[in-house]
């Protein structure tokens, strides 16, 4: 048994069977951790306690343990827990110390969960390639030239690479499936509002939402039945049957060949398995969708960190003055002077996002979907340092708008939204499908992803991890 190859459901089962020990099974994701610490996953760790909590649960009979007992998660580092410090990737915070958990930590760790440390991310998630300037870049298990993704990246490295079964990530336009897209593992947005969104350093409360990230759609599925307070029971669904709204005009062109050869190459395996790919013309998005996503972040934000701050005593020009990354500094600025987002504007967003709702609501409804499937991101990692532009198809391109164009959409209208490995290009690089649901789909959602991962290959361990 390669303790490093469980996911989070076998981990949890061979721990309570005693086919693996808990001081064995953390001493190895411990040494997996070191091994690749220059992929720069983690911000702050206490390995010192892991493995004394280790000892302790093999000290536990196994029926009076919990659920998790034992099974170290790794979590974001701008969700609050009190046993090591919340930074958000800023120099302002990096020794600052909740005084209590985020209530989604709590539950994992009712659960039994064990806190595996606190990871990486693009600084105060205000980016998609977690090139962070005061934290250091997160690089890509895959390539570690190429970067994470983000704003999650340091979770999705940290499972992808073998240093834990699964990690919570928070996701505002991308944050979770971008990076699990990039690195090759599975990333979960669920519909907002459907978690406790207390203890989590905001960008937008809009728009945010903590989503759990894992190696495959089961163990993605089990942590949000916890996390909602949902059972866990996700019956198989076949895939005949099944219809997908495919939004290529949209969503697909302008894809790089390689990611779009990979999707395709899925969605054929979909078809011959009895699955309806539905054409779809989603043009009306592009009337609401603009004027959407970023008025909202940007106008809740100047709201929602100086809230934050508060719990310390900091005030908002201390935060700033330790912002380390360009392209932050530069957001950041904005809304401080004549370009801020104003009242008006983000009343006017608001009411766009529920016509961009309505949008989304109708076409699930007239075209009967279970899920709508595109690239979650149309290219595959770019390397690290390309902030302000990246190249697409032989075009350049602003880095940050190219890497959300497809996740954003349904971010902003508050849907779930999953992604799914489905491949790796010629340069090994992974490939995500995305699958979105209608509001309050979640669970239907997860099944019908689980049933698509069954149809297609498993995605290999990346080289050298």
């Known amino acids: 048994m390669d303790p490093l190859e469980l996911t989070l459901m076998k981990a949890a089962s061979a721990l309570r069977t005693r086919e693996l020990g808990h001081l064995e099974y953390v001493q190895a994701l411990l040494a997996q951790t070191d091994r690749l610490n220059p992929l720069n996953a983690w911000i702050s ?3 010192e306690r892991l493995i004394e909590q280790a000892k302790a649960l093999d000290q536990v009979r196994p029926e009076y343990q919990k659920t998790l007992a034992g099974i170290p998660i790794a979590i974001k580092d701008n969700i609050d827990t009190t046993d090591l410090p919340t930074s958000g990737g800023t120099r302002a915070l990096l020794d600052a110390r909740p005084k209590r958990n985020a ?16 990871t990486n991310l693009h600084e105060l998630a205000l980016g998609g390639t977690n090139h962070n300037a005061v934290t250091g870049a997160c690089r890509n298990p895959w390539n570690p030239s190429r970067i994470s993704g983000g704003s999650s990246g340091g979770s999705a490295v940290a499972v992808a690479a073998r240093m834990v079964p699964a990690a919570l990530g928070t996701d505002t ?17 669920p519909t907002t509002g459907r978690y406790p969104s207390e203890g989590i350093l905001h960008l937008s409360p809009t728009k945010d939402t903590v989503g759990p990230m894992a190696r495959n759609v089961a163990d993605v599925a089990w942590l949000d039945g916890l996390l909602a307070h949902e059972p866990c029971d996700s019956p ?16 697909f062109d302008g894809a790089d060949p390689e990611v779009l050869a990979a999707i395709e190459q899925s969605l054929q395996e979909l078809l011959r398995q009895g699955v309806a790919c539905v054409p779809l013309d989603v043009q009306e998005l592009n009337l609401h969708n603009p004027a959407t996503g970023s008025t909202l972040v940007m106008f809740e934000m100047m709201q929602s960190l100086p809230a934050y701050l508060r719990q310390y005593g900091m005030p908002m020009d201390a935060l700033l003055a330790g912002i380390g990354s360009p392209d932050v500094a530069q957001l950041l600025a904005r809304q401080l002077g004549a370009e801020r987002v104003t009242s008006a504007a983000y009343a006017a967003a608001r009411a766009r996002r529920l016509k961009l709702q309505a949008v989304y609501a109708r076409h699930f409804a007239d075209h009967r979907l279970d899920a709508l499937a595109f690239p979650t991101c149309r290219m595959t990692a770019p390397p ?12 350049q391109m602003s880095t940050f708008p190219t890497l959300i164009r497809n996740t954003d959409p349904g971010s902003n209208a508050g849907l779930p939204g999953i992604s799914i490995p489905v491949g790796l290009t010629a340069a090994g690089l992974p490939v995500g ?3 979105d649901g209608a509001c309050g789909s ?20 990346p080289p050298g991890v």
């Open 45 to 47: 760790r206490d390995p």
């Open 103 to 118: 209530p989604v930590v709590d539950i994992l760790l009712q659960a039994g969960a064990l806190i595996a440390g606190k």
């Open 173 to 189: 336009g991308a944050s979770v499936r971008l990076p699990a897209a990039l690195c090759g593992v599975v990333g979960f947005r």
């Open 236 to 251: 198989h669904l076949s895939l005949k049957g099944l219809r997908l709204g495919l939004p290529r005009a949209d969503f």
């Open 384 to 395: 690290i340092g390309q902030d302000d532009q990246v190249t697409l198809s032989g075009q």
């Open 433 to 435: 499908l995305e699958l």
């Open 442 to 461: 979640d669970r239907h959602l997860l099944r019908v992803a689980a049933a698509i991962e069954r149809a297609l290959p498993p995605m290999p361990r």
